[in-house]
């Protein structure tokens, strides 16, 4: 089940960037980043409500709570940086090089998380990269 959610963030994330492109066209990338943040949230709390699960923060480890206020610190820069590229980029070639972020947490993943490092994610990795650079050159 778990790869059909990440096909639709792959669908949606795709989405993001087009729709934004369209959106950002003369407006603030700062303003823009604020604007679907707020949207987000409403998004996220909603869902929260309507599933019933704002009784588990109180669950939260304090480790939870500062890895993901971490997370939301490198999520609100990243959004803010991606915003400021595609408004002064091209969504063609600003999508790949944000997309290298894949290759970045696969690394991430063998370094900090301790994961096996296998032929195929290294492979992948490689044909990640190769494709990034070939797209944006």
Same mark, same amino acid.
């Given at each position: ?24 066209? =003369? ?5 823009? *980043?604020? !604007? ?35 997370? =939301?610190?490198? *999520? ?7 915003? +400021? %590229?595609?408004?002064?980029? &091209? ?5 790949? !090089?944000? +997309?290298?972020?894949?290759? !970045? ?9 301790? &994961?096996?490092? *296998? %032929? +195929?994610?290294?492979?992948? =990795? /490689?044909?990640?990269?190769? =494709? *990034?650079?070939? /797209?944006?050159?």
């Amino acid at each position: 089940m778990w790869i059909v959610f990440a096909l639709l963030s792959a669908l949606f994330a795709a989405l993001t960037s087009i729709l934004a492109k369209i959106g950002i066209d =003369g407006v603030n990338s700062n303003l823009a *980043t604020a !604007i679907r943040t707020i949207v987000v949230l409403i998004m996220a709390w909603g869902l929260v409500f309507l599933t019933g699960q704002q009784y588990g923060i109180s669950n939260i480890t304090t480790k939870g709570w500062i890895f993901l206020i971490l997370s =939301g610190i490198a *999520t609100g820069l990243s959004w803010l940086f991606y915003y +400021k %590229a595609l408004q002064l980029g &091209e969504a063609s070639k600003v999508v790949p !090089i944000d +997309k290298f972020s894949v290759v !970045i947490s696969m690394v991430l993943a063998f370094v900090i998380l301790k &994961e096996a490092i *296998t %032929a +195929k994610t290294l492979i992948g =990795g /490689l044909l990640i990269t190769i =494709g *990034t650079f070939v /797209l944006i050159l």
